[in-house]
């Protein structure tokens, strides 16, 4: 079984494979054992387990995983790295030369027990991939990324700050977003020109099944996201379209909360309790 998370082995094999990593597809592959430790460590792998990896590329991190979980299920859009990891014909690894935003997750279902996720995530689609699996959030049981250092600290922001917008509060919504560690640029190969973080999302189980009894999920977020349409507009003239303006001014300030607000001074708890008294 290979090793690839060494410089030379990585490079020699690529080279083999007469493959240059492709900017166009994020292709930065992870060349440092501690980090991959890390990782590995993060996401607890059982032989019980069954892990998705989504964008496997090479097998830097495949290769280890599939030594401690049941099943790895790999998807991989590369046709090059999809065909050379399924022609190792290991039995604990299901490989998908598929984009995994066309990926049908309903194959998941059907394993009937929740999966652990591990992903470097392409830094082009970070919030497209985070988006999917937050509303498959079902099927999961721990989600463990390497993204962009950038996009970990825009989840982690919080109301009246710069960062903080309709996706920070979108994530926070679904889980509980934690970085576990920093990554520098030297653990690539080719080096990336922005840093990375391993990043935790533990979803947030008991919240969501309460919630979902309470309120209409799909509305509630429509609602969030027209209040964060203009952000340099007040919430009261952005959301005037759901009710009165009246109503809404007194909804405000039963909940204390200053008519002149913008969606970005507003918490995801002052979102849900705003959504609650106007619906």
Same mark, same amino acid.
Do not use: W
């Given at each position: 079984m290979r090793t690839l998370y060494k410089p030379k082995d990585l490079i020699d094999y690529l080279s083999s494979l007469n493959i240059r990593p492709k900017k166009t597809l994020s292709q930065?592959? #992870?060349?440092?054992k501690n980090i991959l430790d890390k990782i590995i460590k *993060?996401?607890?792998?059982?032989?019980?387990?069954?892990?998705? @990896?989504?964008? /496997?590329g090479p097998g830097v991190v495949t290769f280890e995983i599939i030594k401690k979980a049941k099943k790895v299920i790999a998807v991989e859009l590369d046709d090059i790295f999809a065909k050379? +990891?399924?022609? @190792?014909?290991?039995?604990n690894l299901d490989v998908y030369n598929e984009n995994f935003?066309?990926?049908d997750l309903d194959l998941l279902k059907k394993l009937n027990k929740k999966i652990k996720v591990i992903s470097s995530v392409p830094y082009h689609v970070t919030s497209f991939i985070i988006t999917k699996l937050l509303k498959h959030h079902f099927l999961f049981s721990k989600i463990i990324l390497i993204i962009q250092k950038e996009m970990a600290?825009?989840? #982690? *922001?919080?109301?009246? /700050?710069?960062? &903080?917008? &309709?996706? /920070?509060?979108?994530?926070?919504f679904y889980a509980e977003v934690k970085i576990l560690t920093n990554i520098s640029r030297g653990c690539?190969? !080719?080096? !990336?020109?922005?840093? /990375?973080?391993?990043?935790?999302l533990k979803i947030k189980d008991n919240f969501l099944d309460n919630t979902k009894k309470e309120i209409d999920i799909e509305k509630f977020f429509h609602f969030v996201k027209t209040a964060f349409s203009?952000?340099?507009?007040? +919430? #009261?003239s952005l959301i005037k379209t759901f009710s009165s303006k009246d109503k809404i001014l007194e909804i405000l300030d039963e909940l204390d909360i200053d *008519?002149?607000?913008r969606a970005e001074n507003l918490s995801l708890d002052n979102f849900l309790a705003l959504y609650k008294k106007l619906f």
């Amino acid at each position: 079984m290979r090793t690839l998370y060494k410089p030379k082995d990585l490079i020699d094999y690529l080279s083999s494979l007469n493959i240059r990593p492709k900017k166009t597809l994020s292709q930065n592959f #992870l060349i440092d054992k501690n980090i991959l430790d890390k990782i590995i460590k *993060a996401t607890d792998i059982s032989k019980d387990d069954v892990v998705l @990896e989504i964008g /496997s590329g090479p097998g830097v991190v495949t290769f280890e995983i599939i030594k401690k979980a049941k099943k790895v299920i790999a998807v991989e859009l590369d046709d090059i790295f999809a065909k050379n +990891l399924k022609d @190792e014909k290991i039995d604990n690894l299901d490989v998908y030369n598929e984009n995994f935003l066309k990926f049908d997750l309903d194959l998941l279902k059907k394993l009937n027990k929740k999966i652990k996720v591990i992903s470097s995530v392409p830094y082009h689609v970070t919030s497209f991939i985070i988006t999917k699996l937050l509303k498959h959030h079902f099927l999961f049981s721990k989600i463990i990324l390497i993204i962009q250092k950038e996009m970990a600290e825009k989840l #982690l *922001a919080k109301k009246d /700050s710069k960062q &903080y917008g &309709y996706f /920070s509060l979108f994530v926070n919504f679904y889980a509980e977003v934690k970085i576990l560690t920093n990554i520098s640029r030297g653990c690539f190969f !080719p080096k !990336p020109k922005v840093d /990375s973080v391993i990043l935790e999302l533990k979803i947030k189980d008991n919240f969501l099944d309460n919630t979902k009894k309470e309120i209409d999920i799909e509305k509630f977020f429509h609602f969030v996201k027209t209040a964060f349409s203009q952000r340099r507009k007040k +919430l #009261l003239s952005l959301i005037k379209t759901f009710s009165s303006k009246d109503k809404i001014l007194e909804i405000l300030d039963e909940l204390d909360i200053d *008519a002149n607000v913008r969606a970005e001074n507003l918490s995801l708890d002052n979102f849900l309790a705003l959504y609650k008294k106007l619906f």
